[in-house]
């Protein structure tokens, strides 16, 4: 089992940036593919950003591409996702995901394909 809490988020205002955290516990994420999702009120989950443990590839939203960067820390087993020139479009509830499995980097943002899931952290962006 993988326990993943999430931290960082918080309220700023639009041009801003938050970094988030996302900690693990429980198992090495030395071969996980590590995801970021985010969900506002009345809308559905949806993918933000990912990252394969194994070789550090990366995919990005469209939404947030050349704005939100993700990365690891292997010694600390945890994966961050810097956010800049946030927008209020961009306020959400930011979910952590993991899982175990390996696949192509075209289904990273299928939410589907994470099996474990932090219990998320409020981003809030005023205009």
């Known amino acids: 089992q993988v326990q993943l809490v999430e931290s960082g988020g918080g309220l700023v205002q639009a041009g801003g940036s938050l970094r988030l955290s996302c900690a693990a516990s429980g198992r090495s994420l030395s071969s996980y593919i590590m995801g970021w999702f985010r969900q506002a009120p009345g809308k559905e989950r949806e993918f933000v950003a990912a990252?394969?443990?194994?070789?550090?590839?990366?995919y990005y939203a469209d939404s947030v591409k050349g704005r939100f960067t993700i990365s690891r820390d292997n010694a600390k087993n945890t994966v961050y996702l810097q956010m800049n020139s946030l927008k209020p479009e961009d306020t959400a509830v930011y979910y952590c995901?993991?899982?175990?499995?390996?696949?192509?980097?075209?289904?990273?943002?299928?939410?589907?394909?994470?099996?474990?899931w932090g219990q998320g952290t409020q981003v809030t962006v005023s205009s």
């Open positions: 990252i394969n443990w194994i070789g550090g590839s990366t």
């Open positions: 995901a993991a899982t175990p499995a390996q696949f192509a980097i075209t289904w990273y943002g299928r939410r589907e394909r994470y099996d474990y």
